[in-house]
């Protein structure tokens, strides 16, 4: 039913401009207190792991569709809020397909591992494909990434089934450094290290076998639940990703990066002077912006007045709105988000800057598509 504050009319047609989210804030026993630099925190002294800036409970902030879920307003417009591309990577679902989290992980995570799109669609789900870019990084901190070399499947799976918590030392340790992004696709075997504040992208999908859990207890002494077998069954044990280096994109204001893209999502780093305009083009796809430092207004056609996104907000551009414009009021670093046409978004771009195929490629981190645009 539509929204008691809400004309029927107006939840029913295309939404009339971007929409600023709040997010659902989920405290978890890793998390920390770090979200508060971007106002994020509940009052009271609990440890908030991840702020869900695109969940389908994320509301509406402002304007004429305030009050209203992320989830209600696409299921009211699927077309358009996700447009064609959207509804591609969803299997033609009515989600939004960029789940956007930040993450504060004060503890190490859970030794976990997502499935792919095949292994969860008999739970009628999608998989989990996803990029971490690390926002801040204590001295020593550590990803985990996929199984060290020396360790063969059945030696971790022996680790796992023995429950001690020392899977974990199964796994590659790579260093967190502030400014560095990495792609892990479905199957690889990773945890988030102690000390790490994370924007994720990822498929919206929930899906998590945890593995091991560091042999970490509750108040009660109590572990968390394990889900081995489903875990050892959905893993690539040849998954091992890699950090990411950036692409400088050519451009006439501002400093964009490409930090990772594959065929379910692309991200880029867009750096503006105060004054500073660029577009924002993604034909068929959503696009959503979150804020990290400074103030920016997008800006539509059908959009008036303008959205103001500030550090830790996100907001969302329905694809039936593009393109848009993104202009700084202040000096700004934002993140953008959608799902890309691998060949237009990408690879062009990418070789009109000068960078080699091969760069390129690496931004789908283990994965194929880049390569694979490429080809075609």
Same mark, same amino acid.
């Given at each position: ?258 930090? #990772? ?6 991200? +880029?780093? !867009? *750096?503006?002077? $105060? /004054?500073?305009?660029?577009? &924002? %083009?993604? =034909? ?65 771009? #990418? ?6 195929? +091969?760069? !390129? *490629?690496?931004? $789908? /981190?283990?994965?194929?598509? &880049? %390569?694979? =645009?490429?080809?075609?």
């Amino acid at each position: 039913m539509p929204s008691p504050c809400i004309p029927e009319d107006r939840v029913t047609n295309a939404t009339p401009s971007p929409l600023l989210l709040q997010p659902r804030l989920d405290p978890k026993p890793w998390g920390g207190r770090a979200l508060a630099r971007f106002g994020l925190l509940p009052s009271g002294n609990g440890a908030i792991g991840e702020a869900l800036a695109t969940a389908p409970e994320a509301v509406v902030a402002a304007g004429p569709l305030a009050g209203r879920s992320l989830g209600e307003v696409v299921a009211a417009d699927p077309v358009g809020i996700l447009g064609e591309r959207g509804l591609a990577v969803t299997g033609g679902r009515p989600l939004f397909p960029l789940l956007i989290k930040l993450i504060d992980a004060a503890d190490v995570l859970s030794v976990q591992v997502h499935p792919d799109d095949a292994t969860a669609a008999p739970l009628g789900r999608l998989g989990k494909t996803e990029t971490w870019h690390i926002l801040a990084a204590a001295p020593g901190a550590s990803l985990f990434l996929g199984l060290r070399p020396d360790v063969g499947f059945d030696g971790f799976a022996t680790a796992c089934r023995e429950d001690r918590g020392t899977a974990g030392a199964c796994l590659r340790r790579v260093p967190a450094m502030a400014g560095s992004t990495v792609l892990i696709p479905a199957g690889t075997v990773h945890a988030l290290g102690a000390g790490v504040l994370v924007y994720e992208l990822q498929q919206p999908s929930d899906i998590t076998y945890r593995l091991d859990d560091w042999g970490r207890v509750d108040a009660a002494g109590n572990p968390r639940q394990l889900h081995v077998e489903d875990g050892l069954a959905a893993i690539d044990a040849a998954l091992r990703p890699e950090p990411i280096a950036p692409l400088r994109l050519a451009t006439g204001a501002g400093r964009r990066q490409l930090l #990772a893209a594959c065929r379910l999502f692309a991200l +880029e780093r !867009i *750096a503006l002077a $105060a /004054g500073e305009t660029v577009p &924002l %083009r993604a =034909a068929g796809s959503p696009q959503t912006v979150t804020c990290l430092r400074g103030e920016a207004a997008l800006e539509t056609e059908a959009s008036t007045p303008s959205v103001a996104v500030r550090p830790g907000e996100t907001a969302v551009v329905p694809a039936a709105l593009s393109p848009a414009e993104l202009r700084a009021n202040a000096p700004s670093v934002l993140l953008r988000a959608w799902v890309p046409n691998l060949l237009a978004d990408i690879v062009r771009p #990418a070789l009109a800057a000068g960078h080699d195929p +091969e760069a !390129i *490629a690496r931004l $789908a /981190g283990p994965l194929p598509d &880049l %390569r694979q =645009a490429h080809a075609e």
